[in-house]
Structure formats: structure tokens, C-alpha cells
């Protein structure tokens, strides 16, 4: 399953599934669009990206399998 991006929007912030146009959540602000996709990436397991007001990653976290761990 993909990562979840928590990203500013034109009124607000959304989270999107990585690959998606389509918002799963709209919010006011950060603090709130944050708290439901951190719930939302620890649900399904995956990465959590939190994106800062100009679009640039602020903080990444992993709720389910580290994706920098090397395979081997």
C-alpha cells in the first residue's frame, strides 16, 4: 500500500495517497490534517510524508516496515 502525504491545499490541508489526485481528508489546519494522516499511515502500515507550506518534505515516519532498510 502507498504512503500517506499530508500536503497544504488552496484552502487548508489534505492528506493523499501517494499516486492519488484524490484527497482521503480535508483540514483546516496542519496540527488536524497531521494527527489523521499519522491515524491513517498507522492503520494501514505504511510511511506518513508531512510536507511543509511550500510543498518541500518536513518529516517522513514509518508505521510499518522501515522503506530505508536495505533488502538483503
Known sequence: MAAIHT???ESGWVNRREGSTRAL????TKAEA???????ARRDKVEHII??????????????????????
Open 34 to 40: 497531521v494527527r489523521a494522516g499519522r491515524e491513517r
Open 25 to 28: 481528508s480535508r483540514h483546516e
Open 51 to 72: 510536507h511543509m507550506r511550500d510543498g518541500t518534505i518536513g518529516e517522513r515516519n514509518s508505521y510499518g516496515s522501515d522503506p530505508r532498510r536495505s533488502k538483503g
Open 7 to 9: 500536503l497544504p491545499a
